[in-house]
C-alpha cells in the first residue's frame, strides 16, 4: 500500500497538478492532502478542481477554516469565499477536520495539525516538555489503533517514531511539507509495507527530484 503525500497546498495550483501527475506516474494507491487550500499566489479554484478531479482525500487546514468565517483575511495573499466558485465553496465547507484510514496493522490519521487541533505544530527537534505538554499528540498516543499520523501544518518534511511501550505498535508520523512557493514545495510518497517514506522536491521550473529518504 503506497500513498502519494501532499501538505500545505497555499493555492499552488501549478505545483499540485505537477505533484499529482508525479504521484500518478509512480502508481500510488491513493492521494491525501493536509489541506491549507487557500491563502497564496495561486488560484484556489484550480486547487479545488484539481483535487476533486484527482479524487485526492483532503482534510481542512486552519486557513481553509479562516476563510470560512472571513477571519484573518488581512494575511498576505489571502483570499475570500465571495471570489469562488461554487465547487470550491462547497469543497471548503466540507472538508472534514480528520480522516482515518484502515492499514496494515492498524489506521492512518489524516489530519492538518495533531489530530483535531488544526494549530498545533508538531516538530522534528521537539523533546521533553514540548512533546509530554502536547496533549494533542498524546491522545492520538493513547488510541494504540492509530499507528501512522500524516500531517502537515509546519511546511517542514519530517519523520518521527514515537514509542508507546507495553508491547503496543509505536506511533510513526510523517509530514510532507507544503507545496507553497516561499518553502521549499515538495511531496512524499508512503510506501505502508516497506516502512519508508521518499521526499521529492519541485523546482522553480516545475521539475519534481527525489530529494530524501526515510524508513521507520
Known amino acids: 500500500m503506497r500513498f502519494g503525500l501532499i501538505g500545505d497546498v497555499h493555492a499552488e495550483d ?3 497538478s505537477v505533484a499529482i501527475a508525479a504521484l500518478t506516474a509512480a502508481k500510488v494507491n491513493g492521494i491525501l492532502c493536509c489541506g491549507d487550500l487557500v491563502d497564496g499566489h495561486g488560484d484556489v ?8 478531479l484527482h ?8 486557513h481553509d477554516r479562516w476563510i470560512r468565517a472571513d477571519d484573518m483575511r488581512t494575511l498576505p495573499h489571502a483570499h475570500r469565499m465571495t471570489s469562488l466558485t461554487p465547487l470550491s465553496i462547497e469543497m471548503l465547507k466540507t472538508l472534514p477536520k480528520t480522516v482515518t484510514l484502515d492499514i496494515p496493522g492498524g489506521k492512518l490519521l489524516l489530519c492538518h495539525g495533531v489530530g483535531d487541533n488544526d494549530m498545533v505544530r508538531l516538530n522534528a527537534e521537539d523533546s521533553g516538555y514540548a512533546i509530554s505538554s502536547n496533549e494533542d499528540l498524546l491522545k492520538v498516543l493513547f488510541d494504540a489503533t492509530i499507528s501512522l499520523m500524516v500531517c502537515g501544518h509546519t511546511h517542514r ?16 508520523v510523517v509530514n510532507a511539507g507544503t507545496l507553497a512557493r516561499e518553502d521549499e514545495p515538495g511531496f512524499a510518497i508512503l510506501d505502508v509495507g516497506a516502512r519508508r517514506v521518499e521526499f521529492h522536491g519541485i523546482a522553480e521550473d516545475m521539475t519534481t527530484a ?4 526515510a524508513v521507520f
Open 14 to 16: 501549478e505545483r499540485l
Open 45 to 52: 479554484d484550480r486547487v479545488c478542481s484539481t483535487l476533486a
Open 55 to 62: 479524487s485526492v482525500t483532503t482534510v481542512r487546514g486552519n
Open 157 to 172: 518534511p519530517m519523520v518521527r517514531r514515537f514509542e508507546r511501550g507495553a508491547g503496543k505498535a509505536a506511533l510513526v
Open 210 to 213: 527525489t530529494k530524501s529518504h
